[in-house]
């Protein structure tokens, strides 16, 4: 097979709440996950709550909130995001050795409320703007280039307790005043960004600041996120031309239980609900289906009087996701995403990962021409890898084989897509290159680097960092642009 284009970006990516740790340094104000204890894949992570009457709750982190509880932090309780795995502290060591396993580019997010610390400010926390300026430099650094997500699943808690997060248009206001912080003073030193992650499947009160979480409230909230990132891009493209937008979608794959076509029809209506966000901020207005899917949950958007013309001054430039696995939906299967699970029926063909998440490399190569065929924009695939269990031995060495098998298949058939199907693809960057904090249930031990961070699930560890056998693998792979993938 022949190479891919030269200057195609391989690298990885993190989330502040995941990585940073450092959570009331700096400035720092109170993010909506600080409130999030950790959980397993049998026990669900929990936001922890002072009722209306005073005395001590806690909701699953995707339930409404009870009626006047806020969010409040116990002594006694372990919250991941406090420590994380303290990227706040060691982000010279942990660029360096991106830039020892060949990245050229590295995908962080800026914790918004580092920036405004509670959202509301009129001036941005100077310390905040300096620690990322200070990530920026150590990418120039080693020449990494950076991609930016401007909101990775989060907001400051307190335009989340006083506004109601996404519900509200003062908060579409305080998220642009914040992206025009970055955009103004990154200037010339960033050129792709992402306004939002995974947007089509947030919800919660820690991904989308809500208290309530039904039907009416989380796509009105989506509508004030789709103007806010359509503002964004606008505005970006103004303060420099050479600013190119995404928005993080989740696309892990869907398919039909069987041929029968009930089955068939129920996966592509499953499929069409996470596109229908992709159409709306890539093509600058709602699809024809968007009405049927409203009326079905009874949803009502609130678009004001030039929310039209917004969604179509500011679509995206390119298309971006994650891609983890694929699911498979018949006619009356329901989907139980909670806890790290894939939900959705059994695929006989597939193996899994200890988390039941499906390996699938070819449907990366479906998803890939799928999106493509829909959207004609280049793709940059900003999510991918496996979360496993590894062991540190008596030398330090992990023996990743799994990972490693599994980044292969993917390349390979990544490769075919760019190659043989012709997608023009941007970019690679795997998921938590160096182990971090699990977003769905706060553990440690579902591990995605390449490097490993010495540091159980309530954060007990040295947090040293160490090469795994994959590390040395995905060198090779970043030196040869893909060329040689063996192992
Ligand atoms: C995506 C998120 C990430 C990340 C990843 C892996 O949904 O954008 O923040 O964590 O999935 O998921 P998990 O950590 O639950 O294994």
Wanted: glycine letters at 8%; hydrophobic letters at 35%; charged letters at 25%.
């Amino acid at each position: 097979m022949a190479s891919l284009p030269k200057g195609f970006l391989w690298g990885g990516a993190t989330a502040d709440f995941q990585f940073e740790g450092g959570y009331l340094e700096g400035g720092k104000g109170l993010s909506t996950h600080d409130f999030e204890t950790d959980g397993s894949h049998e026990r669900s992570r929990m936001i922890t709550l002072k009722l209306k009457d005073g005395s001590r709750g806690e909701v699953k982190t995707r339930a409404s909130l009870p009626e006047g509880a806020e969010t409040e932090l116990y002594d006694d309780v372990y919250y991941p995001s406090h420590k994380a795995v303290d990227h706040y502290h060691r982000y010279k060591e942990d660029i360096a050795l991106m830039a020892e396993a060949g990245f050229s580019v590295y995908r962080f997010s800026i914790c918004w409320s580092r920036i405004y610390p509670l959202g509301i400010e009129e001036e941005p926390n100077e310390e905040g703007l300096k620690f990322y300026e200070n990530i920026l430099s150590e990418l120039e650094k080693y020449n990494i280039q950076p991609l930016i997500t401007i909101c990775h699943d989060e907001l400051p808690d307190y335009l989340a307790k006083t506004y109601d997060g996404w519900s509200s248009r003062t908060v579409v206001d305080c998220y642009v005043k914040y992206a025009r912080t970055l955009l103004e003073r990154f200037k010339g030193r960033v050129k792709y960004w992402l306004t939002f992650n995974e947007l089509n499947i947030l919800s919660g009160y820690a991904q989308i600041g809500t208290h309530i979480h039904d039907h009416q409230t989380v796509y009105n909230a989506k509508h004030n996120m789709f103007i806010a990132s359509a503002l964004t891009v606008k505005l970006g493209h103004e303060i420099d031309e050479n600013n190119m937008f995404g928005t993080m979608y989740a696309m892990s794959q869907f398919y039909p239980k069987s041929s029968r076509p009930e089955d068939v029809e129920a996966s592509y209506q499953k499929r069409r609900m996470n596109l229908m966000f992709v159409d709306v901020m890539s093509r600058g207005y709602y699809p024809n289906y968007a009405d049927m899917i409203f009326k079905e949950k009874e949803v009502t958007i609130n678009m004001l009087e030039g929310d039209d013309e917004i969604l179509r001054n500011g679509t995206l430039d390119y298309i971006s996701f994650s891609y983890y696995r694929s699911m498979v939906v018949g006619k009356d299967t329901v989907l139980n995403q909670a806890m790290g699970f894939s939900g959705g029926e059994e695929n006989p063909y597939l193996e899994k990962t200890p988390w039941g998440w499906s390996v699938d490399p070819i449907g990366l190569r479906h998803t890939l021409n799928e999106v493509y065929d829909r959207y004609q924009k280049p793709i940059f695939i900003v999510e991918n890898g496996m979360g496993e269990i590894d062991f540190l031995e008596d030398d330090f060495t992990i023996n990743d084989d799994y990972r490693i098998k599994y980044f292969v298949r993917h390349f390979e058939e990544m490769k075919k897509a760019i190659l043989i199907d012709k997608v023009p693809v941007i970019g690679y960057t795997m998921w938590g290159p160096i182990d971090l904090v699990s977003l769905s249930t706060g553990e440690m031990k579902k591990r995605y680097g390449i490097i490993y961070t010495d540091m159980d699930d309530k954060g007990n560890g040295t947090l040293n960092r160490y090469r795994k056998k994959s590390f040395y693998w995905f060198k090779k792979v970043t030196e040869t642009n893909g060329d040689d993938l063996s192992y």
